[in-house]
Antibody, heavy 117, light 105 residues
Framework: QVQLQESGPGLVKPSETLSLTCTVSGVSITTYYWSWIRQPPGKGLEWIGFFYYSGSTNYNPSLKSRVTISLDTSKNQFSLKLSSVTAADTAVYYC???????????WGRGTLVTVSS | EIVMTQSPVTLSVSPGERATLSCRASQSVSSNLAWYQRKPGQAPRLLIYGASTRATGVPPRFSGSGSGTDFTLTISSLQSEDFAVYYCQQYINWPTFGGGTKVEI
């Protein structure tokens, strides 16, 4: 079955770059679109962006200047980089498969990233 | 940005009862509306898309309705495993989510 697992540092310093990886099993990442979604403490879910293996990307306009999503097909993984982080970027970060039209049918369990010095 | 508003924030119900959750969009999203369930420590689960189409493996006690700006998720007879937080999400343009409704005993 399809499974997604987020990994990466749980603590990032302000102004640095947050880097997370999502390892996908049960399906090739050369199919479907792949997204990152986050939820800050006490707030709602926020879509960050998606990547398709052809190179097509789309990002949340509010984060676009700081976000890069990429794929590593050799490892069946995709990654998130968020630059110049602040405390406002503290959140649980989820990776998800987009079955089409940004409908997310498989998610990881999420990983908490705290931005603090 | 399309703002999604869910109500109530918390819904207290008993097993076997019917639960009705509401979601309102700040502008029309047609039928481009999905519902998700999230339990602590688990990955969120897609329940409904296209406002009323159940995702694979979702029991028929879950049903979605509505179009335009007003949507409803109904759980016809709550089971113990249904106590969770539910989110709506529009996808007519870049996706946005509601703040969630917690269904508790």
């Amino acid at each position: 079955q399809v499974q997604l697992q987020e990994s990466g540092p749980g603590l990032v310093k302000p102004s640095e770059t947050l880097s997370l990886t999502c390892t996908v099993s049960g399906v090739s990442i050369t199919t479907y679109y792949w997204s990152w979604i986050r939820q800050p403490p006490g707030k709602g879910l926020e879509w960050i962006g998606f990547f398709y293996y052809s190179g097509s990307t789309n990002y949340n306009p509010s984060l676009k200047s700081r976000v890069t999503i990429s794929l590593d097909t050799s490892k069946n993984q995709f990654s998130l980089k968020l630059s110049s982080v602040t405390a406002a970027d503290t959140a649980v970060y989820y990776c998800a498969r987009d079955m089409g039209a940004t409908i997310f049918d498989y998610w990881g369990r999420g990983t908490l990233v705290t931005v603090s010095s | 940005e399309i703002v999604m508003t869910q109500s109530p924030v918390t819904l207290s119900v008993s097993p076997g009862e019917r639960a009705t959750l509401s979601c309102r969009a700040s502008q029309s999203v047609s039928s481009n509306l999905a519902w998700y369930q999230r339990k602590p420590g688990q990955a969120p689960r897609l329940l409904i898309y296209g406002a009323s189409t159940r995702a694979t493996g979702v029991p028929p006690r879950f049903s979605g309705s509505g179009s335009g700006t007003d949507f409803t998720l109904t759980i016809s007879s709550l089971q113990s495993e249904d106590f969770a937080v539910y989110y709506c999400q529009q996808y007519i343009n870049w996706p946005t989510f509601g703040g969630g409704t917690k269904v508790e005993i």
